[in-house]
């Protein structure tokens, strides 16, 4: 199985730009997430979604936007990138109201931004 | 504001015990999870506690006292692919994970 994967594995883009970064499970999990790692801090959450259909704001959803189209993909957009926007993204899945709810991270997406 | 404490580094020796701890202020308490990270890669779960006591898992076992808002992670017999960042993170009141920093384990020959 799969699991979680995402796309690109690292990109740099330049300020202004808008990037798409790809999220895709096989899992069939009802729950994705989407946050972004700094050195130094905790994981903070960007957007997540309970269920196709629906999408909900994290702690620093400012300048990403999300979309739930299908139960398996989960786009994050960057409208218009910006320095501060560097860092590494995560896409996790979870199995919302199973047991424990742990997440599924993909590899991660290397972003810097110029 | 709600907050998690853990040390930003430790050193061991291979084949030696460490205990990682996670101290956490947290508007309520829905569970406490471990993940580890390896360097350049997906974090990926090791243990929850949702209760207060030990749970075992093999080499790792974890430990949780709620009342003292407190978790450690202990690793025994420690290996060098347990060279890693042990990430702790506590599912609050509104069900929302909040995570520390991380703490980057090294492991000395």
């Known amino acids: 199985t799969a699991g979680i994967t995402q796309a690109p594995t690292s990109q740099i883009l330049a300020a202004g730009r808008s990037m798409t970064l790809r999220c895709t499970q096989d899992?069939?999990?009802?729950?994705m997430y989407w946050y972004r790692q700094d050195l130094g801090l905790g994981l903070r959450l960007i957007h997540y979604?309970?269920?196709?259909?629906?999408?909900g704001k994290g702690e620093v959803p400012d300048g990403y936007s999300v979309s739930r189209a299908n139960t398996d993909d989960f786009p994050l957009t960057l409208a218009s990138a910006v320095p501060s926007q560097t860092s590494v993204y995560f896409c996790a899945s979870s199995d919302k109201g199973g047991a424990n709810e742990k997440l599924f991270f993909g590899s991660g997406t290397q972003l810097s931004v110029l | 504001g709600q907050n998690i404490d853990q040390p930003t580094e430790m050193t061991a020796t291979e084949g030696a015990i460490v205990q990682i701890n996670c101290t956490y202020q947290?508007?309520?308490?829905?569970?406490l999870f471990w993940y580890q990270q390896h360097a350049g890669e997906a974090p990926t779960f090791l243990s929850y506690n949702v209760l207060d006591g030990l749970e075992e898992k093999g080499r790792f076992s974890s430990f949780l006292s709620r009342s003292k808002g407190y978790s450690y992670l202990l690793l025994k017999e420690l290996q060098m692919k347990d060279s890693a960042s042990y990430l702790c993170?506590?599912?609050?009141?509104?069900?929302?994970?909040?995570w520390g920093a991380g703490t980057k384990l090294i492991i000395k020959p």
């Open positions: 947290t508007s309520g308490f829905n569970g």
């Open positions: 993170a506590v599912r609050d009141g509104n069900y929302q994970l909040i």
């Open positions: 979604s309970n269920t196709a259909g629906t999408t």
């Open positions: 899992m069939r999990h009802n729950a």
